[in-house]
């Protein structure tokens, strides 16, 4: 897929996206807001791998670092930019919530708002400099 033609789409001001995983990253949950953003029918999302929606220019140092820090039960906050199902993409910022479930398993729920302009201009020059996914 080429992401030369790709569009940024812009979070509302107001959006709250949210998805549940389980520890291996597998959707169980996830809002209508994040469908409509990411361009995913509900059911096209249940099930699968959250990084579906993992951009290529994200570094794999990023992720790195919220799987480190969320598995050993810690809150993991940081900027994301994810791609659309149709190759577009959107950053947010994120906060991820490690819980354990009624089953007594581990899962987590990502929480994504709509980041400030400055911040992604900062954080793509940051996320330049580590290795990509």
Not at 47 to 68: C, I, S, T, Y
Request: glycine fraction near 4%.
């Amino acid at each position: 897929m080429s992401y030369n033609n790709s569009k940024e789409i812009m979070l509302a001001d107001n959006a709250f996206i949210v998805t549940e995983t389980d520890s291996k990253g597998k959707i169980l949950f996830a809002n209508e807001e994040f469908c409509q953003v990411a361009e995913y029918k509900q059911e096209e999302l249940i099930g699968q791998h959250h990084n579906l929606v993992r951009h290529p220019d994200m570094p794999k140092d990023a992720f790195k670092e919220l799987w480190e820090t969320v598995k050993v039960g810690k809150v993991w906050n940081g900027y994301v930019k994810n791609i659309t199902k149709n190759g577009n993409f959107y950053w947010v910022f994120a906060t991820v919530y490690p819980f354990i479930n009624e089953s007594g398993e581990q899962c987590f729920i990502s929480c994504r708002r709509k980041p400030p302009r400055e911040k992604i201009v900062e954080i793509e020059k940051h996320y330049q400099t580590l290795s990509r996914v």
